[in-house]
């Protein structure tokens, strides 16, 4: 059979995609060689096939989602119907979780705070007068608490400070030195007479054993 | 990402945001075939209208187990188009008739090359000049092998013709494609 341009067109997709039998192709790419109209042909088709899948999208209308649901359903800015299934969804929602936590949180704290017992809530817990009462008992307490924490901890940096200063002071004399039964050195005394003021304090009390150790 | 047939399924119990969701995932797909084929942005716009309303009112009829959902609508997209290609037939003989000596719009200098000097948009609105001047049935299939990338079988099913047919549509679609663009000065890098 002789190849002819009109098979050549017939069969281009085909070979194109190499579809072709190898006998079919071989007739095929003699023809090419002869024919420049179909190997012109070929290749523009080719380089066509090969472009228009990658040619851009048209931009689709803005609005055009908008007016299509309005002539079908006619649900565009209507709220959905509420059933079981999206109030449930709704309730399992991360946002419904997270305030959920937040409030349960803050009722706790409010708890803590009003000195509440939640397994013994009576009427009188809700009465404003004794919710004053529990609220301001409980700042006082935690302000009472606040003030001998600070207290304790202006006592341990006091004499911490005292003994790296009486650390730094030279040596005394040996020729000076005072006798057994003297008074302690002014700077001592000072720092026991400190010690001794702070004394109700736990934390003071087991420096001051430590001190006098030391001392 | 639910799958189509889900969301046909939640649309068919009545939930507004499944219809929504599977207009919103299909809308670019309607009106880019409905554009490729008609060449003019309002058809375009109002056939997609169109075959929504059409989908929306018979989505009770669709069968997964028969295809996709895509495959399926672009079979109604494809109908409504060949319907409105037959319905206004005549109005598009008369506007040919009355372009008929003037400069052609999309036409490029002789001998330029895209890679020279056209963008691939330029590019795109070329190939839809051309498009318009090949017949129906070859350019549905050029545009939705080639533009649309469905692949013979689903072309098969949404034409309603034999693989061979499709085989030489697309084949016959892409020789003239392939000339009217070589008339109009468009044509590849064959160095």
């Given at each position: 059979?002789?190849?002819?341009?009109?098979?050549?067109?017939?069969?281009?997709?085909?070979?194109?995609?190499?579809?072709?039998?190898?006998?079919?192709?071989?007739?095929?790419?003699?023809?090419?060689?002869?024919?420049?109209?179909?190997?012109?042909?070929?290749?523009?088709?080719?380089?066509?096939?090969?472009?228009?899948?990658?040619?851009?999208?048209?931009?689709?209308?803005?609005?055009?989602?908008?007016?299509?649901?309005?002539?079908?359903?006619?649900?565009?800015?209507?709220?959905?119907?509420?059933?079981?299934?999206?109030?449930?969804?709704?309730?399992?929602?991360?946002?419904?979780?997270?305030?959920?936590?937040?409030?349960?949180?803050?009722?706790?704290?409010?708890?803590?705070?009003?000195?509440?017992?939640?397994?013994?809530?009576?009427?009188?817990?809700?009465?404003?007068?004794?919710?004053?009462?529990?609220?301001?008992?409980?700042?006082?307490?935690?302000?009472?608490?606040?003030?001998?924490?600070?207290?304790?901890?202006?006592?341990?940096?006091?004499?911490?400070?005292?003994?790296?200063?009486?650390?730094?002071?030279?040596?005394?004399?040996?020729?000076?030195?005072?006798p057994k039964n003297a008074p302690a050195p002014q700077s001592e005394q000072k720092l026991k007479n400190d010690l001794l003021r702070h004394g109700s304090s736990l934390t003071a009390a087991i420096t001051l054993a430590g001190l006098g150790g030391g001392l | 990402m639910e799958p189509d047939s889900q969301l046909v399924a939640q649309c068919l119990r009545g939930e507004a945001a499944a219809w929504e969701e599977l207009v919103r995932r299909h809308t670019r797909r309607v009106y880019n075939?409905?554009?490729?084929?008609?060449?003019?942005?309002?058809?375009?716009?109002?056939?997609?209208?169109?075959?929504?309303?059409?989908?929306?009112?018979?989505?009770?009829?669709?069968?997964?187990?028969?295809?996709?959902?895509?495959?399926?609508?672009?079979?109604?997209?494809?109908?409504?188009?060949?319907?409105?290609?037959?319905?206004?037939?005549?109005?598009?003989?008369?506007?040919?008739?009355?372009?008929?000596?003037?400069?052609?719009?999309?036409?490029?200098?002789?001998?330029?090359?895209?890679?020279?000097?056209?963008?691939?948009?330029?590019?795109?609105?070329?190939?839809?000049?051309?498009?318009?001047?090949?017949?129906?049935?070859?350019?549905?299939?050029?545009?939705?092998?080639?533009?649309?990338?469905?692949?013979?079988?689903?072309?098969?099913?949404?034409?309603?013709?034999?693989?061979?047919?499709?085989?030489?549509?697309?084949?016959?679609?892409?020789?003239?494609?392939?000339?009217?663009?070589?008339?109009?000065?468009?044509?590849?890098?064959?160095?």
């Amino acid at each position: 059979m002789t190849w002819t341009c009109i098979h050549s067109e017939e069969r281009l997709a085909d070979y194109l995609e190499g579809q072709l039998e190898p006998a079919e192709r071989a007739q095929m790419e003699a023809h090419l060689a002869e024919c420049a109209a179909c190997r012109e042909l070929a290749a523009q088709v080719r380089w066509i096939s090969g472009r228009l899948p990658h040619l851009p999208p048209e931009v689709v209308p803005p609005g055009l989602v908008y007016r299509i649901l309005e002539a079908t359903s006619g649900t565009v800015g209507r709220k959905p119907a509420i059933t079981w299934k999206t109030v449930l969804a709704g309730l399992l929602s991360p946002r419904f979780a997270l305030g959920l936590g937040t409030v349960a949180a803050t009722v706790f704290i409010l708890f803590q705070a009003l000195d509440i017992n939640p397994r013994k809530i009576t009427m009188d817990n809700l009465n404003p007068v004794n919710l004053y009462r529990a609220a301001d008992q409980q700042a006082h307490l935690t302000y009472a608490r606040g003030m001998r924490f600070v207290n304790d901890l202006r006592v341990v940096y006091e004499i911490r400070s005292r003994l790296e200063e009486a650390s730094a002071t030279p040596a005394p004399v040996p020729e000076q030195q005072t006798p057994k039964n003297a008074p302690a050195p002014q700077s001592e005394q000072k720092l026991k007479n400190d010690l001794l003021r702070h004394g109700s304090s736990l934390t003071a009390a087991i420096t001051l054993a430590g001190l006098g150790g030391g001392l | 990402m639910e799958p189509d047939s889900q969301l046909v399924a939640q649309c068919l119990r009545g939930e507004a945001a499944a219809w929504e969701e599977l207009v919103r995932r299909h809308t670019r797909r309607v009106y880019n075939l409905a554009y490729r084929f008609t060449s003019n942005r309002q058809e375009a716009e109002d056939l997609s209208q169109e075959v929504f309303l059409r989908i929306y009112r018979t989505l009770a009829s669709y069968r997964a187990v028969h295809g996709e959902f895509t495959t399926w609508l672009t079979s109604v997209t494809r109908n409504l188009l060949i319907d409105h290609y037959r319905r206004t037939r005549r109005d598009r003989l008369t506007d040919s008739i009355d372009e008929e000596g003037s400069p052609a719009e999309h036409k490029a200098a002789p001998g330029r090359r895209p890679d020279e000097s056209a963008s691939a948009s330029e590019l795109s609105a070329q190939v839809q000049h051309a498009l318009t001047k090949i017949s129906p049935e070859l350019r549905e299939a050029v545009i939705l092998r080639d533009l649309q990338g469905l692949d013979y079988r689903e072309i098969q099913q949404v034409l309603s013709v034999p693989e061979g047919t499709v085989k030489s549509r697309i084949n016959r679609g892409r020789i003239e494609l392939a000339r009217l663009l070589t008339q109009m000065g468009v044509t590849g890098d064959r160095a």
